[in-house]
């Protein structure tokens, strides 16, 4: 009898947060954090609000991933204001500071803007942050986010370019969900990875306004990136 209310309970959560995302208006434009990715036609899809393959909607498990997610972006903004730093995240009216290019058809919203604080570092700065599991913790750790995640590290050069914060170095967060460890790195600006995003939003954009469907980003639907592609079975049935 306990399991059975137990499994109620569960099950009812489980089906408000499916419900609540169903709810959300879906992007109109192409996003600066999905510009980095290496399928052009994954992120057309995206633009055209391609609906994703059955199997592949979000379950409530990773819905709570992802608020969580945003609810240590919140922590990790507060401890670096605590310790002394004038980071700005929100404008007067309560929201995010981003940008709007292309007739509101690429765009993108930044996490923060350290004006001044108590490192020797360059001000103003981006700040983005993220947060990881261990395993891809420590490739950040070891690698630097260029390598650890190219999909970042282009997010960040394009939020470089079009906040003009491109003068100093951004500063790169990523909180470990399993030990609360904080990664920080100085990430330079990479004009060649901006303009490289930029172009290909332009190719993105011009091919949807066609009617023309990008070519797939590889000659097999077992190639590693279509496995967990949201996309795969729309992409090569189509």
Not at 10 to 32: H, L, N, P, Q, S
């Amino acid at each position: 009898m306990t399991e059975a209310i137990v499994k109620e309970i569960e099950d009812a959560v489980d089906i408000a947060i499916v419900a609540g995302e169903k709810k959300r208006t879906r992007r109109k434009y192409i996003g600066a954090s999905s510009i980095g990715d290496e399928c052009q036609r994954k992120i057309q899809y995206r633009y055209l609000n391609y609906p994703v393959d059955p199997d592949k909607e979000f379950t409530a498990r990773t819905l709570r991933i992802f608020q969580f997610g945003h609810e240590i972006e919140d922590y990790t903004a507060k401890w670096l204001k605590d310790a002394g730093f004038d980071l700005r995240t929100e404008k007067k009216d309560g929201k995010q500071f981003g940008f709007s290019i292309a007739n509101d058809e690429v765009k993108g919203h930044i996490d923060g803007v350290i004006c001044a604080g108590p490192a020797n570092m360059s001000y103003p700065s981006l700040w983005e942050c993220k947060s990881a599991n261990d395993n891809k913790f420590k490739a950040f750790v070891k690698h630097g986010v260029a390598k650890a995640n190219p999909v970042y590290a282009t997010q960040i050069a394009l939020y470089q370019t079009y906040m003009d914060l491109y003068e100093n170095p951004a500063l790169f967060t990523v909180v470990n969900k399993n030990t609360s460890e904080i990664y920080y790195e100085l990430v330079p600006y990479n004009k060649r990875l901006a303009q490289e995003a930029s172009d290909r939003a332009v190719n993105i954009l011009t091919a949807a306004k066609a009617g023309d469907i990008l070519p797939r980003i590889a000659q097999s639907k077992d190639f590693f990136l279509c496995k967990w592609c949201e996309f795969k079975q729309s992409c090569w049935e189509s």
